[in-house]
């Protein structure tokens, strides 16, 4: 049954449920092939008409609108600050950067069309005009009062602590997404241009991409935090974000934190693993590798700079030099929202001048408070609670002529914010959440000075450069910044006797912190992050068209299916064309995963599994085998009703050629010895691991954690992989991890070897195979892909003609096999077709021979 949450964005997004007027279409068009180009075969030539260009996709554009009240004409200008347009120093000097967002007025629909001409000539903007009533519930809504405090960790367990999911907003979501796809399709040309998407309000934007566009290149950046698992599986459109991203090619994070929460959102609701490969992170997905990008930000060191070096600032500083003289600046920048952890910060000052008498009168905490990005009740009950408590802090600790806590509550511009970081001994950001916050960036390059600054504070240009930070640990800069003072917000205490270490701290410590922290931010700006994940998009996408691609599921299920050219879906067609036309059959099934479902809790086979064998198998034609890892009584006992199916137990150590036969044992090893030393490790493992458990078989020991948690079950794997090979080095045996399992068995014994024992005895007798049909989903059935396939190009085979060689791999992923079945479903129907080809020969032969016997 489908759930609520998953419905189809057609409807969603232009269906009659919002009803919202469609937005102009008249920006032209630069595309070169229409519609979705998965039709293009791997091996074709790309188009490339055009030169590449980088669409940058942002809620908001980098621009300051105005409207002049007398004429009614627009007025526009970049934006200086924004971070979208400070990246594109990062990017070539040829490359072409047009922008995607939403402007931050409203545009009257009668100027939507020239407002949008405009932005696309002069600026390369292409604004999305959002109807007011779609932007108060996406934005305001869906983004900042649900989306926004769950990724800062706060539920919405009643209505004084956040909004309860409402649909309507969350349609509100997917059709304002919708809109800023329509918007990049319109300037896309899909061959070349390069998709970077911004931040948490267009997580399924790339869905919409991807569905029309299937090789589109596209990279996502969080810019917020990550929230863990056991906050964002609250989310009840959880899993259609989760695929959403993945849609992507490259999602980027700030830490490694958050790519770890989504990594394991990702393995805990949709089973996926990922693998650490020369550095890079991947998650397979659907024959796509996603790639996970952990870089944070930085800051654009040329505009800092020059304001550093602009007389506003050098005057500003002067003024406030001169207003704090004599007195030491603590300083804090925040916005105005209940996650930034103000009002801790003022009772770590309050306790702070509580405990350091001798303080009063020579510190002052400036606190400037920038305007809030959401409205609600949490930001002004907020802003009530700094302003009480400064005013409590003011009334117990000032006296005339001095205020601990000095209040600046308005728009700052960015000068004064600069002539404020030069001069603060110490800056403390003490947010119980971010993304990122570039504030101690800023505040440790101000630091460092310039020229002008130094001339206008009388400071000589040769003077030792200090600077102190007093960070929280839950921000996305601390990892980064290992030279400050990192603390626990919620823990008054220990933040006050940060504020007292960084005040007193010796000055030469001072200077050895501040130029390790300068030398890594002045390094790392954001022309670096944006040169880096431009790079890291580019190596991502390299193989887009050496691949097949299909668009498979609906809604914001929607995927794309990636294959390798020479790896398609075995049709039953093809192969019963081949099955019918020969007649010495190899067919080797594994059992777990082939023929029973991996998750089934029975493990037996069923009715119709054990018939459709027992049909193959008496056909005269056909040699059958079950190669399976599994101990050889269990199957024995379950396919005791298969007279002539051949058995191969334990990855091949045992093999039995039909019901009459014995079991023969491989003559590679006789010695178990190891085992005394491979046990006591499992037990361990399996005693400090909730849901795993060990299987002792005659010639190997399998560890399984398929009912353990997920990540601990996976970490606690490949601990005990490594736990394995180093005790067992000297050993004849080889540790393997498989799926939920980590297996150690003798060396050289492998389904391959069943394989290659097979077929060679079929030589012998002078029946060399036509027909070789090989299925299995696991790593270790890759041994009999390759087998079959060096067996079957070996000059004895030859000889006798090229035999038809179907190995099939049960799911799209990675395989030496050149075919894939979807689930055991299709292998059962497969195997039914044959069989039932089989019996159809064999009525129409007996027929015959009873008619000649008649006419006889």
Request: with cysteine.
């Given at each position: 049954?489908?759930?609520?949450s998953?419905i189809?964005?057609?409807?969603?997004?232009?269906?009659?449920?919002?009803?919202?007027?469609?937005?102009?279409?008249?920006?032209?068009?630069?595309?070169?092939?229409q519609?979705?180009?998965?039709?293009?075969?791997?091996?074709?030539?790309?188009?490339?008409?055009?030169?590449?260009?980088?669409?940058i996709?942002?809620?908001?554009?980098?621009?300051?609108?105005?409207?002049?009240?007398?004429?009614g004409?627009?007025?526009?200008?970049?934006?200086?600050?924004?971070?979208?347009?400070?990246?594109?120093?990062?990017?070539?000097?040829g490359?072409?950067?047009?922008?995607?967002?939403?402007?931050?007025?409203?545009?009257?629909?009668?100027?939507?069309?020239?407002?949008?001409?405009?932005?696309?000539?002069?600026?390369?903007?292409?604004p999305?005009?959002?109807?007011?009533?779609?932007?108060?519930?996406?934005?305001?809504?869906?983004?900042?009062?649900?989306?926004?405090?769950?990724?800062?960790?706060?539920?919405p367990?009643?209505?004084?602590?956040?909004?309860?999911?409402?649909?309507?907003?969350?349609?509100?979501?997917?059709?304002?997404?919708?809109?800023?796809?329509?918007?990049?399709?319109?300037?896309?040309?899909?061959?070349?241009?390069?998709?970077w998407?911004?931040?948490?309000?267009?997580?399924?934007?790339?869905?919409?991409?991807?569905?029309?566009?299937?090789?589109?290149?596209?990279?996502?950046?969080?810019?917020?935090p990550f929230?863990?698992?056991?906050?964002y599986?609250?989310?009840?459109?959880?899993?259609?974000?989760?695929?959403?991203?993945?849609?992507?090619?490259?999602?980027?994070f700030h830490t490694?934190?958050y790519?770890?929460?989504?990594?394991?959102?990702?393995?805990?609701?949709?089973?996926l693993?990922?693998?650490?490969?020369?550095?890079?992170?991947?998650?397979?997905?659907f024959?796509?590798?996603?790639?996970?990008?952990?870089?944070?930000?930085?800051?654009?060191?040329?505009?800092?700079?020059?304001?550093?070096?602009?007389?506003?600032?050098?005057?500003?500083a002067?003024?406030?030099?001169?207003q704090?003289?004599g007195?030491?600046?603590?300083l804090?920048?925040?916005?105005?929202?209940?996650f930034k952890?103000?009002?801790l910060?003022?009772?770590?000052?309050e306790q702070?001048?509580?405990?350091?008498?001798?303080?009063?009168?020579?510190?002052?905490?400036?606190?400037?408070?920038n305007p809030?990005?959401?409205?609600?009740?949490?930001?002004?009950?907020?802003?009530?609670?700094?302003y009480?408590?400064?005013?409590?802090?003011?009334?117990?600790?000032?006296?005339?002529?001095?205020?601990?806590?000095?209040?600046?509550?308005?728009?700052?511009?960015?000068h004064?914010?600069?002539?404020?970081?030069?001069?603060?001994?110490?800056c403390?950001v003490?947010?119980?959440?971010?993304?990122?916050?570039?504030?101690?960036?800023k505040?440790?390059?101000?630091?460092?000075?310039?020229?002008?600054?130094?001339?206008?504070?009388?400071?000589?240009?040769?003077?030792?450069?200090?600077?102190?930070?007093?960070?929280?640990?839950?921000?996305?800069?601390?990892p980064s910044l290992?030279?400050?003072?990192r603390?626990?917000?919620w823990?008054?205490?220990?933040?006050?006797?940060?504020?007292?270490?960084?005040?007193?701290?010796p000055?030469?410590?001072?200077?050895?912190?501040?130029?390790?922290?300068?030398r890594?931010?002045?390094?790392h700006?954001?022309?670096?992050?944006?040169?880096?994940?431009?790079q890291?998009l580019?190596?991502?996408?390299?193989?887009?068209?050496?691949?097949r691609?299909w668009?498979?599921?609906?809604?914001?299920?929607?995927?794309?299916?990636?294959l390798?050219p020479?790896?398609?879906?075995l049709?039953?067609?093809?192969?019963?064309?081949?099955?019918?036309?020969?007649?010495?059959?190899?067919?080797?099934?594994?059992?777990?995963?082939?023929?029973?479902?991996?998750?089934?809790?029975?493990?037996?086979?069923?009715?119709?599994?054990?018939s459709?064998?027992?049909?193959?198998?008496n056909?005269p034609?056909n040699?059958?085998?079950?190669?399976?890892?599994?101990?050889?009584?269990?199957?024995?006992?379950?396919?005791?009703?298969?007279?002539?199916?051949?058995?191969?137990?334990?990855?091949?150590?045992?093999?039995?050629?039909?019901?009459?036969?014995?079991?023969?044992?491989?003559?590679?090893m006789?010695?178990?010895?190891?085992?005394?030393?491979?046990?006591?490790?499992?037990?361990?493992?399996?005693?400090?691991?909730?849901?795993?458990?060990?299987?002792?078989?005659?010639?190997?020991?399998?560890?399984?954690?398929?009912?353990?948690?997920?990540?601990f079950?996976?970490?606690q794997?490949?601990?005990?992989l490594?736990?394995?090979?180093?005790?067992?080095a000297?050993?004849?045996?080889?540790?393997?991890?498989?799926?939920?399992?980590v297996?150690?068995k003798?060396?050289?014994?492998?389904?391959?070897?069943?394989?290659?024992?097979?077929?060679?005895?079929m030589?012998k007798?002078?029946?060399?195979?036509?027909f070789?049909?090989?299925?299995?989903?696991?790593?270790?059935?890759?041994?009999?892909?390759?087998?079959?396939?060096?067996?079957?190009?070996?000059?004895?085979?030859?000889?006798q003609?090229?035999?038809?060689?179907?190995?099939?791999?049960?799911?799209?992923?990675?395989?030496?096999?050149r075919?894939y079945?979807?689930?055991?479903?299709?292998v059962?129907?497969?195997?039914?077709g044959?069989?039932a080809?089989?019996?159809?020969?064999?009525?129409?032969?007996?027929?015959?021979?009873?008619?000649?016997?008649?006419?006889?």
């Amino acid at each position: 049954m489908l759930s609520r949450s998953c419905i189809s964005l057609l409807e969603l997004a232009s269906g009659d449920i919002l009803n919202f007027p469609q937005t102009p279409r008249n920006l032209p068009r630069v595309m070169t092939v229409q519609g979705i180009i998965s039709d293009l075969d791997g091996d074709s030539e790309v188009p490339s008409e055009c030169c590449e260009k980088k669409i940058i996709v942002a809620n908001f554009l980098p621009l300051h609108a105005q409207k002049e009240s007398e004429s009614g004409k627009w007025s526009f200008s970049f934006d200086e600050d924004s971070l979208q347009l400070q990246l594109k120093d990062g990017f070539s000097s040829g490359s072409e950067v047009i922008y995607v967002g939403s402007l931050k007025v409203d545009v009257d629909a009668s100027e939507q069309e020239e407002v949008s001409q405009k932005l696309l000539e002069e600026f390369n903007c292409v604004p999305t005009f959002l109807p007011p009533d779609l932007q108060k519930k996406f934005y305001h809504g869906f983004c900042k009062q649900y989306l926004w405090p769950l990724f800062h960790y706060m539920l919405p367990m009643c209505q004084e602590h956040g909004n309860h999911f409402d649909r309507q907003f969350w349609q509100a979501y997917v059709s304002a997404n919708k809109i800023f796809a329509d918007k990049v399709m319109e300037v896309i040309n899909p061959e070349e241009d390069y998709v970077w998407v911004h931040d948490y309000h267009l997580m399924i934007l790339p869905t919409f991409l991807r569905k029309r566009f299937t090789r589109v290149k596209l990279g996502f950046f969080l810019h917020s935090p990550f929230p863990s698992s056991e906050i964002y599986r609250t989310l009840p459109i959880r899993d259609e974000i989760l695929r959403a991203l993945l849609n992507a090619d490259l999602i980027g994070f700030h830490t490694f934190d958050y790519a770890r929460h989504f990594l394991s959102c990702c393995s805990r609701m949709l089973g996926l693993d990922y693998e650490s490969k020369r550095g890079y992170i991947g998650l397979e997905y659907f024959g796509r590798t996603v790639y996970i990008k952990i870089l944070p930000v930085g800051i654009h060191m040329g505009r800092l700079r020059s304001a550093l070096n602009g007389s506003s600032s050098c005057m500003k500083a002067k003024d406030i030099q001169e207003q704090f003289k004599g007195k030491k600046l603590i300083l804090g920048v925040d916005d105005m929202d209940l996650f930034k952890g103000i009002s801790l910060k003022l009772l770590a000052m309050e306790q702070l001048l509580q405990q350091h008498p001798e303080l009063r009168g020579k510190i002052v905490l400036v606190q400037i408070l920038n305007p809030a990005r959401s409205t609600g009740k949490d930001v002004q009950e907020a802003k009530r609670e700094t302003y009480s408590t400064s005013k409590r802090i003011n009334e117990i600790f000032g006296f005339p002529g001095y205020d601990p806590v000095v209040l600046i509550d308005r728009n700052v511009p960015l000068h004064e914010k600069t002539a404020y970081y030069t001069l603060a001994e110490c800056c403390i950001v003490n947010a119980v959440r971010d993304g990122m916050n570039l504030i101690p960036y800023k505040y440790i390059v101000c630091r460092q000075g310039s020229p002008k600054m130094d001339e206008a504070l009388e400071i000589s240009s040769n003077a030792p450069r200090i600077s102190t930070l007093v960070v929280s640990e839950f921000i996305g800069c601390s990892p980064s910044l290992s030279g400050a003072i990192r603390v626990n917000p919620w823990d008054i205490d220990a933040v006050a006797d940060a504020l007292n270490s960084a005040i007193t701290m010796p000055n030469m410590e001072k200077q050895l912190r501040h130029e390790k922290h300068y030398r890594y931010v002045s390094s790392h700006d954001v022309a670096y992050w944006a040169c880096s994940f431009i790079q890291d998009l580019e190596r991502a996408c390299k193989d887009h068209y050496s691949k097949r691609c299909w668009g498979i599921g609906f809604g914001l299920s929607f995927r794309i299916l990636s294959l390798s050219p020479s790896f398609r879906k075995l049709s039953i067609d093809h192969i019963l064309s081949a099955y019918k036309r020969t007649n010495r059959r190899a067919i080797f099934l594994d059992y777990d995963g082939t023929v029973v479902p991996q998750t089934s809790i029975v493990k037996t086979p069923s009715p119709e599994v054990i018939s459709v064998l027992n049909n193959l198998c008496n056909d005269p034609k056909n040699t059958v085998f079950i190669v399976s890892g599994r101990g050889q009584n269990s199957l024995s006992d379950w396919f005791s009703q298969c007279e002539n199916l051949g058995i191969a137990a334990e990855h091949g150590y045992f093999i039995r050629w039909n019901k009459t036969s014995s079991w023969e044992t491989s003559t590679l090893m006789a010695d178990f010895d190891w085992k005394r030393i491979a046990e006591p490790v499992m037990k361990q493992y399996t005693e400090a691991t909730d849901g795993s458990s060990i299987e002792i078989k005659e010639s190997a020991l399998v560890w399984h954690h398929q009912d353990a948690d997920p990540d601990f079950g996976s970490c606690q794997s490949m601990e005990l992989l490594d736990h394995l090979e180093n005790v067992l080095a000297n050993e004849p045996v080889v540790v393997k991890r498989g799926q939920h399992i980590v297996e150690v068995k003798p060396q050289g014994v492998t389904k391959g070897l069943v394989a290659e024992k097979v077929l060679s005895m079929m030589i012998k007798k002078g029946k060399p195979v036509d027909f070789v049909m090989c299925i299995g989903d696991d790593r270790s059935d890759e041994d009999m892909f390759e087998s079959i396939s060096s067996i079957a190009s070996s000059s004895t085979l030859q000889a006798q003609g090229v035999p038809e060689i179907f190995a099939c791999t049960v799911g799209q992923k990675p395989s030496k096999a050149r075919y894939y079945l979807d689930d055991t479903a299709d292998v059962l129907m497969l195997l039914q077709g044959l069989a039932a080809a089989s019996s159809l020969k064999s009525r129409c032969i007996t027929e015959t021979q009873v008619s000649f016997e008649n006419v006889v």
